[in-house]
């Protein structure tokens, strides 16, 4: 039995993909960044919040360039936001500042990140 789907219809384009992974490569940077502040490298982890925000800029404009808008890069894109714009500036700051204040720190830093969440899942909404 043949699929009625047609081949050429199966397929992803490859200029559809890009968008996406440049939010994956962004989303990277976001995650490294954290690593980088757990491991001290506060420097180096805000560089990577400032190439993340590079990716995400990127990503937006190749996708409307290649027109490759899609529901699932925008998910994607904002996903990574939360991840690169919330979290890994609060695990920084964190890292940097506030786990002298211990608990009251640590609180602020999840009040910061919980803002952030809200925030995303209103604009989504």
């Given at each position: 039995m043949e699929n009625s789907t047609s081949q050429s219809e199966s397929k992803v384009s490859i200029y559809k993909v890009v968008p996406s992974a440049i939010t994956i490569i962004g989303m990277c940077f976001g995650l490294t960044s954290i690593r980088m502040s757990l491991e001290g490298f506060h420097e180096i982890a805000a560089s990577l919040?400032?190439?993340a925000a590079v990716a995400d800029g990127l990503d937006g404009?190749?996708?409307r360039q290649l027109n490759a808008v899609s529901k699932f890069g925008a998910e994607l894109d904002s996903l990574t936001d939360f991840l690169c714009f919330g979290v890994a500036p609060s695990i920084l700051l964190y890292c940097m500042f506030t786990n002298e204040l211990g608990s009251f720190g640590w609180?602020?830093?999840?009040?910061?990140v919980a803002a952030c969440c809200l925030r995303l899942a209103r604009f989504n909404a």
């Open positions: 919040i400032l190439l404009l190749v996708a609180g602020a830093t999840l009040v910061f």
